[in-house]
């Protein structure tokens, strides 16, 4: 039976993205950041994953508002990256998983969770700006990305974030092979990017937000999008996908590492979590 | 308020925020179908080689064309551009969203970057 280890909450952002690519890294501005990660990276080279969850938002790169899905499956056995309008990063495909795939979209329809699914997506920087940071090439493990409508409005509740994990924590469960599954929320965390309001950023609202999700996530599942968007800025609300990862944790977890750094634009959190049901994480 | 208004966002009219609301998205689709075509290469040569007859090919308003040739990022998104496509006609014409986003706060680059943690662990170059 499959078995979920444990789960990281991580902010995205393009910027992150160009800094990699510039080679930013040792930039006095950006090394907190990219230092940040490394113990995530560290733990989950140990865990060794055999299979990643990601949940993310894409940003216009695969879909449009023609038929924007409210959530998106990827099963396909490859994840092309995206041309996100400056030209493809140098990176190769992500591997999918097909045969967990479907699974998973036969478990989440049975949950009464529908996905649009498809055979293509590709990735834009709603993983591919941190992915680099938690992993080197080749990339080590299969990955599941899942898409959530965080962008036009309606978009889905918190508190159906938070169940989608938990649809996904079950099958996880149901799955027959023996893989370890890791999972990955990513977003946020505070920042808008428009109107006078531009650059706003904060903090206190960001670290309270790890707290909650860490001991209290129930907390976080009852604010609305208008509460999010008030505290962190109108595009923080993506920090709903957090939920999902968490959901699909342990009620307890074991904190692996937390980083807070918002040097410029966005508040950048970092949270890796691990169940407690799971005693060795290599295992 | 019901439950249906509170748990669809954009009803709270948040200060200096343009929530990208259906309406928003439906007035904004034509510019935002444009702008979407900038992810492929060939679409934005063509687009920087001829902005105007590039336009015209997605039937743009006069309004729409105008705001995008002023660059008036603020008009754009105020309009029902989304900012996430509306990047892609900015990196297109080499407008980072830095950039953006100082103008839409009525900022030069340099005021609006003073305003940044991060700014003050970048070692100023004379």
């Given at each position: 039976m499959a078995k979920i280890i444990g789960g990281i909450g991580t902010s995205h952002a393009p910027s992150i993205a160009h800094a990699y690519d510039k080679n930013l890294g040792q930039d006095e501005a950006w090394k907190p950041l990219f230092d940040g990660y490394g113990p995530v990276k560290d733990w989950l080279k140990e865990a060794a994953p055999d299979l990643i969850v990601m949940i993310y938002n894409d940003h216009?790169?695969?879909?449009?508002?023609d038929a924007y899905p409210t959530l998106a499956l990827g099963v396909g056995e490859v994840h092309e990256i995206a041309d996100e309008g400056w030209g493809k990063r140098n990176f190769p495909a992500l591997k999918g998983d097909a045969e967990f795939s479907w699974h998973l979209a036969r478990s989440l329809v049975a949950d009464e969770f529908d996905p649009t699914i498809c055979q293509e997506i590709t990735i834009d920087?709603?993983?591919?700006?941190?992915l680099p940071l938690l992993c080197d090439t080749p990339w080590p493990a299969p990955i599941v990305p899942i898409a959530v409508n965080?962008?036009?409005?309606?978009v889905p509740t918190a508190r159906r974030c938070y169940k989608l994990g938990q649809a996904i924590r079950h099958a996880v469960e149901l799955y027959d092979r023996d893989l370890r599954v890791a999972i990955v929320g990513t977003g946020g965390m505070s920042h808008q990017l428009h109107?006078?309001?531009?650059g706003f950023m904060n903090e206190e609202w960001d670290n309270e937000f790890l707290d909650a999700l860490e001991t209290n996530p129930e907390k976080l599942t009852v604010l609305s999008h208008d509460d999010y968007m008030e505290r962190?800025?109108?595009?923080?609300?993506?920090?709903?996908m957090w939920l999902t990862m968490r959901g699909a944790l342990t009620d307890k977890v074991n904190r692996i590492h937390r980083h807070y750094y918002a040097p410029y634009l966005t508040g950048f959190g970092l949270i890796a979590l691990g169940c407690t049901d799971i005693t060795d994480p290599s295992t | 308020m019901s439950r249906y208004l509170v748990e669809?966002?954009?009803?709270?009219?948040?200060?200096d925020t343009f929530v990208f609301t259906g309406e928003r998205s439906r007035k904004g689709y034509r510019l935002n179908k444009f702008a979407m075509s900038l992810t492929n290469p060939d679409n934005r040569d063509a687009f920087r080689a001829n902005e105007g007859a590039y336009m015209d090919r997605h039937h743009l308003s006069e309004a729409e064309k105008a705001m995008v040739t002023a660059r008036d990022w603020d008009a754009l998104i105020r309009y029902g551009g989304n900012v996430y496509i509306m990047v892609k006609v900015a990196g297109t014409l080499g407008v980072t969203l830095l950039q953006m986003g100082a103008q839409m706060r009525g900022q030069s680059l340099e005021e609006f970057m003073a305003t940044r943690p991060g700014a003050a662990a970048r070692p100023r170059k004379e």
């Open positions: 216009m790169n695969r879909f449009f508002f920087h709603g993983i591919l700006s941190i965080v962008i036009q409005h309606p109107g006078k309001r531009f962190g800025g109108a595009e923080s609300v993506e920090m709903i | 669809s966002g954009g009803n709270r009219n948040l200060p």
